[in-house]
């Protein structure tokens, strides 16, 4: 067990300070976020390149050194080190929170493995933004990032997301939006709701909202520009997978189960263990209900 009084309580080390920066607006960094980075001893960037700009617009005088995926494995010792001889450092990605999609996650075990505060600041953060207007039910979601680029291994983790029926959010390439969307036409059916946003916060920002077939026809015929968040709805219940292996549709399977001496209740149970569906949902498709 871990226990962290963030603010108060004696304290020899530093502390890390994962600091959110804008998605596109500059006008998104927060009055806290730019006092912690000019209060700083050292801020830790995805990009120093791209850190920089953010800095001389806000006229902060900081040193930085870079944290990527590349180099984590020698720069997190560096970075603990820092902060165990009572620096302060800040951790920024390019763009939104730290460790989402982006680098930060090792930084932060390794604080946490030495007692070492870490500290969050609330910000931007592109999924979150992305889902409250997107029109999706804004809860429960699921949060999962970039798919696999390869089609087959796109296909798996989608199959195993098929069941979910939280609102799924994933970040995409807008070259690559197209055929992620026919990926998952294929796999998820063409009827889901989904949204795509892209240049979130920006002047260009866009929504499309329509069902998975309609983004596929709209973008035969139109490029996207650029970062994208694709938001798709869960399933709803009136997706059910048939175990083709049993042969027959999901009521001809209750009645198949009855004709050999089940109640219907008990038929009803065993053909949904049989199918990885809900009781309720053969219940409703075997009386013939309407899907409430």
Do not use: W
Request: with cysteine; proline share 4%; charged share 25%.
């Amino acid at each position: 067990m871990n226990k962290q009084k963030s603010f108060k309580g004696a304290q020899t080390s530093g502390t890390l300070y994962l600091v959110p920066t804008p998605i596109g607006n500059l006008e998104d960094m927060t009055f806290r976020a730019v006092k912690t980075l000019q209060s700083a001893d050292l801020i830790a960037s995805e990009d120093t390149r791209n850190t920089q700009k953010l800095l001389n617009h806000f006229d902060i005088q900081v040193p930085q050194k870079s944290l990527h995926e590349h180099n984590y494995k020698e720069r997190v010792p560096q970075l603990v080190e820092q902060l165990l001889t009572g620096q302060t450092i800040a951790q920024v990605s390019d763009a939104g929170m730290p460790s989402i999609s982006d680098p930060g996650h090792e930084l932060v075990l390794a604080c946490i493995e030495k007692d070492i505060p870490v500290v969050s600041l609330p910000g931007p953060t592109a999924g979150m933004t992305a889902l409250i207007a997107s029109g999706l039910l804004p809860q429960p979601f699921l949060f999962y990032g970039f798919l696999p680029r390869k089609k087959k291994e796109q296909q798996t983790a989608l199959t195993a997301l098929k069941s979910q029926e939280s609102t799924l959010i994933f970040y995409e390439s807008p070259y690559r939006v197209a055929a992620t969307l026919k990926n998952m036409q294929e796999v998820l059916g063409g009827q889901r709701k989904a949204v795509v946003c892209r240049e979130l916060t920006k002047i260009h920002e866009e929504y499309l909202r329509g069902t998975i077939d309609e983004l596929i026809d709209y973008l035969e015929t139109t490029e996207l520009k650029g970062e994208c968040c694709l938001l798709v709805s869960g399933n709803d219940g009136t997706e059910l997978e048939i175990n083709e292996s049993i042969g027959g549709s999901l009521k001809e399977q209750v009645q198949a189960k009855i004709d050999q001496g089940l109640s219907s209740k008990a038929a009803i149970k065993e053909v949904a263990v049989l199918n990885s569906v809900k009781k309720q949902e053969v219940y409703r498709v075997y009386h013939e209900l309407e899907n409430e």
